[in-house]
């Protein structure tokens, strides 16, 4: 299984609920060329060896084949392929061409994906795209299979930190530094390593730069390398308009950065426990909707958003692409704005 498959295996796994999945290597994002050098899409045309044949006949319906499957015609490219097959002249041959057949068979079921996805139905999608992976890998379908997989991950994320971009704001005193190593880093170019600082006070990793409105995200997603238990705090902090007291005047003044006539509420979650799995990756999944609140915030008016280590505690971890997930269409109808 490729990388990219087992990444949409794992967006699979937290759906629902609190979820850690593991991933057991780093991964790149690949690099897509749009078109081959005649001007035709990936997929429309194959690449690698051609397959050979024993007679005229079965190297036609070879040919006829990719003209239909590139017109959109699959049933009929179908059939093409498995005329062809029978023709073919060795075992590489029938099975670069039985690949072709394949993709002919399950390529309706991709655009149903590409519907899905239309639709906003994500969940569905992904579950759809997933069990196609088993039908279609090695075979030209794939091609149409990772446009999708990109397609999904591009609408469902939005990503807050990607730790890419070497900041200030993380800095070695507070235990933070910049990973580049190729080994250890999850996704892009760097990641970030924190470590308990020597008098082991409570560490915090901010992450200022969000999205206002949450109130469509379904969960934070945060990928973590950890050789030890590691017990972690989420925060969601919010803005408000300052409480009026009896005079008409705020109760309180702006604090921790709210802006004048606001006042800062947070949204706190309870610690996650994310287990050891030294050298490898795992996701933290964090419904918003189990955030536990505190002081009636907004989703409508988000400022930031934290994880916390409590103090008197040894780690030395990796964090890196911490983002939000989308709530799918067909859970909206059901779920109650903050």
Do not use: H
């Amino acid at each position: 299984m490729t990388m990219r498959l087992f990444r949409i295996a794992l967006i699979v796994l937290g759906f629902v609920g609190i979820g850690v999945a593991l991933s057991s290597a780093p991964r790149a994002r690949a690099q897509e060329d749009p078109a081959n050098a005649d001007g035709t899409k990936e997929g429309d045309a194959p690449a690698g060896p051609e397959p050979e044949f024993r007679n005229d006949k079965a190297a036609e319906s070879y040919r006829e084949g990719l003209e239909l499957y590139a017109k959109g015609e699959f049933k009929d490219a179908q059939s093409a392929f498995k005329r062809a097959s029978s023709g073919a002249k060795d075992a590489e041959s029938r099975k670069i061409v039985q690949g072709w057949a394949k993709a002919a068979q399950y390529r309706p079921s991709l655009e149903k994906v590409a519907d899905l996805v239309a639709a906003k139905r994500f969940n569905d999608a992904t579950a759809l795209l997933t069990r196609l992976q088993k039908e279609l890998d090695g075979t030209p379908g794939m091609e149409r299979w990772n446009e999708l997989a990109t397609k999904i991950e591009q609408e469902v994320y939005e990503t807050l930190e990607s730790f890419e971009l070497v900041s200030a704001r993380y800095s070695e005193k507070f235990g933070k530094t910049f990973v580049a190593d190729p080994a250890l880093v999850f996704r892009g170019e760097r990641c970030l390593r924190w470590q308990n600082t020597a008098d082991l006070k409570a560490g915090v990793l901010k992450v200022e730069r969000v999205p206002k409105d949450w109130r469509e995200i379904e969960a934070v997603e945060i990928w973590v390398n950890t050789p030890t238990p590691l017990p972690i705090e989420a925060v969601i902090i919010t803005e408000r308009d300052a409480q009026k007291a009896t005079g008409g005047l705020p109760s309180t003044p702006a604090r921790g950065g709210a802006q004048a006539g606001k006042e800062i509420v947070t949204s706190l979650m309870d610690s996650v426990n994310v287990p050891a799995q030294k050298g490898r990756w795992q996701r933290v999944f964090l419904p918003v909707a189990q955030f536990k609140e505190q002081g009636d915030p907004s989703l409508a008016a988000v400022k930031e958003f934290r994880i916390q280590i409590q103090a008197g505690r040894k780690y030395d971890f990796l964090v890196d692409e911490i983002r939000l997930k989308k709530k799918d269409a067909a859970a909206k109808g059901g779920a109650a704005a903050r």
